[in-house]
């Protein structure tokens, strides 16, 4: 009699013996799910009765959520990717509790990323004040280290990220992802952020937009990346070619400005500098 363990999705009891014809007995152990988490602001723009950057926060969110599919490590019955819109930064520590008692406490996170617009404190809601505030009085529209110090995650041993897309956050020394990545709560987690001013793109590396998209419109088709950038680029990163900017070849993409890179750390460390196509890209990696 042969006795070997054979990973399964979590709904099956751990420990579980099954007899096979052939008189193997297969015991069947349970695997944890492991949870993508994207967060993206539902909100106005800042100012103005429009939504257009909620739709590009949104499209951001959903064209991740398209890379991870069809990235070689996924696993449908393994990994589930959960989308998810908040009002207010508070609400991203609600919807991890819930999620996770959801999961009855079992599930572990791999990965973390919110879509927003960001500054030196963290992640904003323009729209919704924050709990506990960075100021109650000058910044009550990000929220204070200490909430995302509270908030309950569970992550995988290895390999766990969480990414800042919005603007500045890894800008300079001690950046909120640098801080971030010290708390308890982030440890052994790599955090990711921008080190400029976060533009939509239709390409992880190089900053590409469109004559609609710089309008705040056109962001419900084609993919979506928030990469780095600077504002005097808007033009040169403008493709008025007659073809889709969505079809621009590797080599048709160096004519635009390259996206300023991202930093990640681990524990308070620096660990790479490098734009996001090093793990969220539409493209398959020649």
Same mark, same amino acid.
């Given at each position: 009699?042969?006795?070997?363990?054979?990973?399964?999705? #979590?709904?099956?009891?751990?420990?579980?013996? #099954?007899?096979?014809? /052939?008189?193997?007995?297969?015991?069947?152990?349970?695997?944890?799910? #492991?949870? %993508?988490?994207?967060?993206?602001?539902?909100?106005? &723009?800042?100012? =103005?009765?429009?939504?257009?950057?909620?739709?590009? !926060?949104?499209?951001?969110?959903?064209?991740?959520?398209?890379?991870?599919?069809?990235?070689?490590?996924?696993?449908?019955?393994?990994?589930?990717? @959960?989308?998810?819109?908040?009002?207010?930064?508070?609400?991203?520590?609600?919807?991890? @509790?819930?999620?996770?008692?959801?999961?009855?406490?079992?599930?572990?996170?791999?990965?973390?990323?919110?879509?927003?617009?960001?500054?030196?404190?963290?992640?904003?809601? @323009?729209?919704?004040?924050?709990?506990?505030?960075?100021?109650?009085? &000058?910044?009550?529209?990000?929220? &204070?280290?200490? *909430?995302?110090?509270?908030?309950?995650?569970? $992550?995988?041993?290895?390999?766990?990220?969480?990414?800042?897309?919005?603007?500045?956050?890894?800008?300079?020394?001690? =950046? !909120?992802? #640098?801080?971030?990545?010290?708390?308890? /709560?982030?440890?052994?987690?790599?955090? $990711?952020?921008?080190?400029? !001013?976060?533009? *939509?793109?239709? !390409?992880?590396?190089?900053?590409?937009?469109?004559?609609?998209?710089?309008?705040?419109?056109?962001?419900?088709? /084609?993919?979506?990346?928030?990469?780095?950038?600077?504002? =005097?680029?808007? $033009?040169?990163?403008?493709?008025?070619?007659?073809?889709?900017?969505?079809?621009?070849?590797?080599?048709?993409?160096?004519?635009?400005?390259?996206?300023?890179?991202?930093?990640? @750390? %681990? /524990?308070?460390?620096?660990?790479?500098? =490098?734009?996001?196509?090093?793990? &969220?890209?539409?493209?398959?990696?020649?």
């Amino acid at each position: 009699m042969v006795v070997y363990a054979e990973p399964t999705d #979590e709904k099956l009891t751990k420990g579980m013996l #099954e007899k096979t014809p /052939n008189h193997t007995v297969v015991q069947k152990i349970s695997r944890p799910k #492991e949870l %993508i988490l994207l967060f993206w602001v539902d909100e106005r &723009n800042k100012g =103005s009765l429009f939504y257009t950057d909620r739709d590009m !926060f949104k499209v951001a969110a959903d064209t991740r959520a398209r890379n991870i599919e069809k990235s070689p490590w996924y696993i449908e019955d393994l990994h589930k990717i @959960y989308k998810l819109p908040v009002l207010a930064i508070h609400d991203i520590g609600t919807r991890v @509790y819930e999620i996770m008692n959801e999961h009855e406490g079992k599930a572990k996170i791999r990965e973390v990323g919110i879509f927003s617009y960001c500054g030196l404190d963290g992640p904003i809601s @323009y729209h919704s004040i924050v709990y506990p505030p960075v100021d109650p009085i &000058n910044a009550v529209n990000q929220m &204070n280290i200490s *909430g995302w110090a509270a908030i309950k995650f569970n $992550w995988i041993k290895e390999g766990a990220m969480c990414v800042l897309y919005g603007n500045q956050s890894a800008w300079y020394q001690n =950046s !909120f992802a #640098e801080k971030l990545s010290h708390l308890e /709560n982030f440890k052994n987690v790599e955090v $990711w952020g921008q080190t400029n !001013f976060a533009y *939509g793109s239709f !390409f992880p590396d190089y900053r590409v937009s469109s004559t609609d998209r710089n309008v705040g419109i056109g962001w419900s088709y /084609n993919p979506v990346y928030l990469v780095g950038g600077l504002l =005097s680029e808007g $033009w040169a990163a403008t493709c008025i070619r007659l073809k889709s900017a969505a079809s621009l070849t590797r080599e048709e993409l160096k004519e635009f400005p390259k996206a300023r890179p991202m930093l990640s @750390y %681990i /524990n308070g460390s620096k660990i790479r500098k =490098s734009h996001q196509g090093v793990f &969220n890209d539409h493209r398959p990696h020649i």
